[in-house]
Each structure stands twice: as C-alpha cells, then as structure tokens.
C-alpha cells in the first residue's frame, strides 16, 4: 500500500522543549515537502528537498530544521526558537517529472 | 510569500446545487492542481491541469485550466453532503528546478441536506 504516513497524529509539548515529527513515504518520490496550516489559513513552506542531503528553505523555515538522510524520510523538528508552534503539520512528495504533491494525514502539535 | 486570489471564500450551498470557485493570479502558472481537505485531515488531489484551455472531469467534478494561464476554475455539479470540505487550488511557475507550489488560501464549502 504506497502512501505517505506522518506520526503521531497529536502531540503535545511543553513549551522550550524540541519536538521531531516524523514523515515516510514509499512512492519513490524524490522531493518532500513541510507545510504548516492555521485555522483558516493556507498552506505556508517551511522546507523541501529534492534529493537525499539537500533540503532549501520555504516561505516560513525560521525555528524549523530538517534532514535528509534517506529518500524515504524527511523529519520534521520545532526548535524552541519557534515562536508560535502550535500548528496542523502537513508533509507531501513529489515525483521530479509531475508537480503533483500528495500528502500525508498530518500531525497537529500543540505546545502547552 | 505569493499566493493566489481564491474565491469565495466560503459557499453554503442546498444538496443538489452546482458550485463554481476560482483562482486567479499576477503570475502565468504551467501547472494548476486542485485539492480538497476534509477536517483534520491531508489534503486530497482531485484534479491536475498542464495545458492552457485545458478542460478536464473527475466525476462531477469539472476544472480548467484558464487561457491566459493566470486563473483556473473548478466546478462540483450536484452537491451531496461528503462535498463538504475546504478546496484549494495551487499552482506552479516553472523556474528551473524550482518544485514550489504557490497555493491559495482555500474555499470553504458547506451542504445544507
């Protein structure tokens, strides 16, 4: 069953803690991508990368990182400069050859 | 960032009514995708757009790919309630390896039954 799959669905942290979300997939897709989502907004960039141990910023990278150390995953981390993290996660890929991004169920963190 | 004009921003629509929304934008964009996304969840493609004047369905839905290449409207013929959802429209300006989309801020749709 190919997909992409980000877990946990909820977490929840103490605020000045880091926090690692993790995003699989098995399409073969060679870019991933993180966006967040507020209620009632769009989504906003925060990385992307297009080949294993590269990864350029989005619109929104400041208190984010990432890494790139397998095809497959592309984790997530909210740092505690992040300033406003409570936030729906979503992570996507893509093929290099069609712009369609499909995406994960997303991950909705809360910090307390 | 850059994003597109979607409109409107919200419907409230009787079952059985046909819906149109649309995006428009400053940029000529190669590709336009249309999403949906149910609450809580990831959102869900339901038609990708290549060429100017494309016209392409996907059950009752209908979307194309504007002439100008600056806009793109979608169109859910007779409404039933698992429409429900927020729909996003999303396009691409293709800038060498630039895989960015650029996305609207979202149509919220709501069937009375």
């Known amino acids: 069953d190919g997909g992409i799959t980000q877990s946990p669905k909820y977490l929840f942290r103490k605020e000045g803690q880091n926090v690692t979300l993790s995003c699989e997939q098995n399409?073969?897709?060679?870019?991933m991508y993180w966006y967040r989502q507020d209620p009632g907004q769009g989504l906003r960039l925060i990385y992307y990368?297009?080949?294993?141990?590269?990864?350029q910023k989005g619109d929104i990278a400041e208190g984010y990182s990432v890494s790139r150390e397998k095809k497959e995953s592309f984790p997530l981390t909210v740092t505690s400069a992040q300033k406003n993290p409570t936030a729906f996660y979503l992570c996507?890929?893509?093929?290099?050859?069609?712009?369609?991004?499909?995406f994960g169920p997303g991950t909705r963190l809360t910090v307390l | 960032g850059q994003q597109l004009n979607q409109s409107p921003q919200s419907m409230f629509i009787q079952e059985g009514e046909d819906v149109s929304m649309n995006c428009t934008s400053s940029?000529?964009?190669?590709?336009w995708l249309w999403y949906k996304q149910d609450p809580g969840e990831g959102p869900v493609l339901l038609i990708a757009?290549?060429?100017a004047g494309e016209l392409t369905s996907n059950g009752r839905l209908t979307a194309q790919f504007g002439i100008t290449r600056k806009d793109s409207f979608l169109n859910i013929s007779a409404s039933i309630p698992s429409d429900v959802g927020i729909y996003f429209c999303?396009?691409?300006?293709?800038?060498?390896?630039?895989?960015?989309?650029?996305w609207g801020l979202g149509t919220s749709l709501a069937v009375n039954p």
């Open positions: 996507a890929s893509s093929s290099l050859t069609h712009n369609e991004q499909f």
């Open positions: 399409l073969n897709h060679d870019a």
């Open positions: 990368s297009q080949i294993v141990n590269d990864f």
């Open positions: 940029s000529i964009f190669n590709t």
């Open positions: 757009l290549y060429k």
């Open positions: 999303a396009g691409q300006v293709h800038a060498g390896n630039n895989r960015k989309l650029i």
